[in-house]
């Protein structure tokens, strides 16, 4: 064989060596471009949604800071139905967070806000100042997570205020309980 031709072929052999280099090159750089794009995509959603978890909670303990002292009957509909409003919206928003241990903590803690066992023996102002402990846990939590944090461990506090009511970590207890017995009158009548 010439040695000419020989060139050749190896020089044909190296570029169709560096074509298939610079090819799977900008395959793997792409197909990570786009790994880290979602990824960030996923995490802007996260922070947005802690964002207006942190909201939601705020405004949570601002409902439980203004309680029901001295209100007309309207007013504590009104009362119950933002306090109603807020832990739907820590339910839903809670959704979007990608670690499964904080989505539950959050549910706990705002469903804790909302009921109490049946035999409940707090008063007004315990009950609220209970929710403003797992209110408080909840912003920790969050805080933590947008920090890249671990959660935190929970506090004393509000260890004590889940103890009272152990069954109550359970959906499925809140499941079984089944419809109070007093009628939601904020609701509007069916239309027939």
């Known amino acids: ?48 949604a802690a964002e207006k978890l942190l909201a939601e909670l705020l405004a949570m303990q601002q409902n439980l800071r203004r309680g029901t002292y001295g209100a007309t009957e309207d007013e504590i509909r009104e009362h119950n139905r933002v ?33 109490g066992p049946v035999d409940d023996s707090r008063n007004d102002v315990q009950r609220r100042g209970d929710g403003m402990i797992l209110c408080m846990d909840s912003i920790a939590c969050l805080g933590a997570f947008l920090r890249f944090e671990p959660i935190p461990q929970r506090e004393t506090a509000t260890l004590e205020v889940l103890a009272r009511w152990p069954q109550g970590q359970s959906m499925q207890w809140f499941i079984d309980s089944g419809p109070s017995d007093r009628a939601d009158e904020s609701r509007d009548p069916p239309t027939g």
């Open 83 to 115: 306090g109603r409003r807020h832990h739907a919206n820590v339910q839903l928003f809670s959704q979007w967070l990608p670690d499964g241990e904080l989505r539950t903590r959050l549910s706990v803690n705002a469903l804790y806000t909302q009921v």
């Open 1 to 48: 064989m010439d040695a000419t031709v020989l060139g050749a072929l190896i020089g044909l052999v190296g570029v169709g060596a560096g074509a298939g280099a610079a090819f799977a090159g900008i395959v793997y750089q792409q197909r990570h471009a786009t790994r880290a794009a979602e990824i960030a995509r996923r995490r802007g959603e996260a922070v947005t």
